[in-house]
Nanobody, 122 residues
């Protein structure tokens, strides 16, 4: 059994910062890609950033230069540092982890967290 839990959301003024955490636990052999998506009210879920186990990152154009994704492979934890926040960053942020559960199980499974609300006031 695997759990993915986000934390760190909240209310912040425009221009402020927040740091989101994503902790994966349970039956985990390794985690390949970890990523963050967000969904604003009335909109589709969109990619924010992803990071591979080796540290290769990818960002949505809307957050480049403001957000930084990172991870700690030793603790199976991912992070999203969000700086210079804008009201349009307001959304529920979801973390995912692509997990290989057993050493000899080649399939990966994508697990999602429950989401954490980020609200940026103008």
């Amino acid at each position: 059994q695997v759990q993915v839990v986000e934390s760190g959301g909240g209310l912040v003024q425009a221009g402020g910062s927040l740091r989101l955490s994503c902790a994966a636990s349970g039956s985990i052999f390794s985690i390949n890609v970890m990523g963050w998506y967000r969904q604003a009210a009335g909109k589709q879920r969109e990619l924010v950033a992803t990071i591979t186990r080796g540290g290769r990152t990818r960002y949505a154009d809307s957050v480049k230069g403001r957000f930084t994704i990172s991870r700690d492979n030793a603790t199976n934890t991912g992070y999203l540092q969000m700086n210079s926040l804008k009201p349009e960053d307001t959304a529920v942020y979801y973390c995912h982890a692509d997990i290989q559960r057993l050493q000899f199980e080649t399939n990966e499974f994508r697990y999602w967290g429950q989401g954490t609300q980020v609200t940026v006031s103008s």
